[in-house]
C-alpha cells in the first residue's frame, strides 16, 4: 500500500542526507509499506494508492521523545500544589508513586498506561521510551518493563530510581539486588538500563556499578543527571559511552566540555533536556545555547512522570525551549525529532527522509514554527505513524 501527501505547503524532513535543506516548501511525500518512499515537489507528485490532502499545511517528522515513565498508579497533584506554593521538588516524593504502583493491579497499570500514551500519540509522539522505577521489587520491576514493551520497543530498565522504604537501612543490598536477581529478570524486556543520580538516590559510585552491570547484560545506557545538582553524571555518562544524558540543568563547564567532545563524529553522549520538568518544579531551566554553542548533541524529551511534570505534550517542550532554553524553532523541532532519535540511537525515525519510517504529522498551521508561537494551541491534526493513522 502506498500513500501520497499532497499539498504540504511546508514540510521539514529533517533528512540528515541533505543537511542544508531541512525545510522544503510546496512538496508531497509518499509512503509506501510503512517508509518514506519519495520527497519532492507537489506538482510532481506521483500517484498512490491513497491520498491526503494537507491543504498547505506544514507536515513535520513525528515526535522521538525519548524519556518517560508511564507506568505508574495514583497521581502527585497535592505535591505539585505545595511546589507552586514554594516547596523543592525532591526525589522522595518517588516512594509514594512506588506505594501505588505496587498496590495496583495490571489492568489498572495497563489501563493508565495505553491512556497515556494515546494522550501523547495524539500530541504527535511516534515514538516513545518508557522506563520501569516506580515498582523496585524484583516482580514489579518485572511487571511494569511486560507492560512497556506492550506499548513500544524502547523500554529502559530503571530499577535504580530510588532506594525503596524497605532497604532504607540497607542501601549497599538494594544496588546488590538491582545489579543481580532484578536486573536478571528484567533485562529480556529492556534495551535500555538507567540510573537516577541525585543526592535524594544514587551516587555516582552506585551508578557506574549499575551501569556496568546492565552493559554486560546486553542494555545500552543512560542516565538522569544535573537535575539538581552538578553531581559527577554527566562525566560518568560520557566515560562509559552512555546513549543520553538527561535533565543536564546544572552543569559544568568541564561536563558541558566532555559532551562536546564526545558528540564530535557522531555516535556520542546526548544532552537531553526535559523543560517541562523546570515548568513544573519551578527550577531554573537548563541553558540549550551554552550547549549547542560547544557543539554538543541535545534532545528534547518530555520526561513525563506523575511527580516532577506530568507532561507529555512535545509541542510546549518545543515552546518552552524556544522561550526559555535559547533554542531557535527549528534547533527545537530538531531536537524533539532527531534528537530523540539520536538519544535512542535510531537513524530510522526522528526525520522523513528517503528509507525512514513513515511517522509524520500533520500541523493545523501553515508554519511549524507555530509549535512555539502558539503555545498550549492543538496544532496537532493529524499523525501517521509507518503511513498509519495512529488510533
Ligand atoms: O526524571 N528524576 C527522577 N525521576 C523523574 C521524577 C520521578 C518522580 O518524581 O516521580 C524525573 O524527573
Ligand atoms: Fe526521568
Not at 32 to 43: L, M, T
Not at 344 to 350: H, N, S, Y
Request: net charge negative; hydrophobic share 45%; with cysteine.
Amino acid at each position: 500500500m502506498s500513500l501520497v501527501i499532497a499539498n504540504i505547503g511546508q514540510l521539514v524532513t529533517l533528512d540528515p542526507a541533505e543537511p542544508e535543506r531541512p525545510i522544503r516548501s510546496d512538496a508531497a511525500l509518499v509512503i509506501e509499506a510503512g517508509r518514506v518512499a519519495w520527497v519532492g515537489a507537489a506538482a510532481e507528485a506521483p500517484a498512490a494508492d491513497s491520498r491526503i490532502d494537507a491543504e498547505g499545511a506544514a507536515v513535520i517528522p513525528g515526535f522521538v521523545d525519548s524519556h518517560s515513565h508511564l507506568v505508574f498508579a495514583g497521581d502527585r497533584v497535592d505535591e505539585f500544589e505545595a511546589r507552586m506554593a514554594g516547596r523543592p521538588y525532591t526525589a522522595g516524593g518517588i516512594r509514594t508513586t512506588v506505594a501505588a504502583t505496587r498496590a495496583a493491579s495490571d489492568d489498572e497499570l495497563r489501563a493508565r498506561l495505553h491512556h497515556l500514551v494515546g494522550q501523547a500519540r495524539a500530541q504527535g509522539t511516534t515514538t516513545l521510551e518508557i522506563k520501569s522505577g516506580y515498582g523496585l521489587t524484583v516482580a514489579d520491576e518485572v511487571r511494569s518493563l511486560r507492560l512497556a514493551r506492550e506499548v513500544t520497543a524502547e523500554t529502559t530498565f530503571l530499577g535504580a530510581h530510588v532506594v525503596p522504604a524497605e532497604f532504607t537501612d540497607d542501601r549497599a543490598a538494594y544496588v546488590d539486588l538491582v545489579c543481580g536477581d532484578m536486573l536478571t529478570a528484567c533485562a529480556p524486556y529492556a534495551r535500555w538500563v538507567d540510573v537516577f543520580i541525585d543526592s535524594g538516590a544514587f551516587a555516582v559510585d552506585d551508578a557506574r556499578r549499575i551501569l556496568l552491570a546492565g552493559r554486560d547484560a546486553g542494555l545500552g545506557l543512560r542516565v538522569h543527571a544535573g537535575q539538581l545538582a552538578a553531581d559527577g553524571g554527566v562525566a560518568l555518562a560520557v566515560e562509559l559511552g552512555a546513549a543520553s544524558v538527561d535533565h543536564c540543568t546544572f552543569l559544568t563547564d568541564s561536563d558541558v566540555e566532555a559532551l562536546a567532545e564526545s558528540a564530535r563524529g557522531g555516535g556520542g553522549t546526548v544532552a537531553t533536556l526535559l523543560p517541562l520538568v523546570e515548568f513544573s518544579t519551578k527550577q531554573p531551566y537548563p541553558d540549550a545555547r551554552r550547549l549547542l554553542d560547544a557543539g554538543a548533541a541535545v534532545a528534547l524529551a518530555s520526561d513525563g512522570n506523575p511527580g516532577s511534570n506530568f507532561s507529555t505534550s512535545m509541542p510546549l517542550a518545543i515552546a518552552l525551549a524556544v522561550r526559555e532554553l535559547g533554542m531557535t524553532p527549528l534547533e527545537a523541532l530538531a531536537a524533539a525529532t532527531r534528537g530523540g532519535a539520536q538519544a535512542l540511537r535510531r537513524a530510522d525515525v526522528g526525520h522523513l527522509g528517503v528509507g525512514a519510517r513513515g511517522d509524520a504529522v500533520i500541523l493545523d498551521a501553515p508554519d511549524f514554527r507555530h509549535l512555539a508561537y502558539r503555545p498550549g494551541v492543538p496544532l496537532v491534526r493529524r499523525v501517521l505513524v509507518g503511513g498509519e493513522a495512529a488510533q
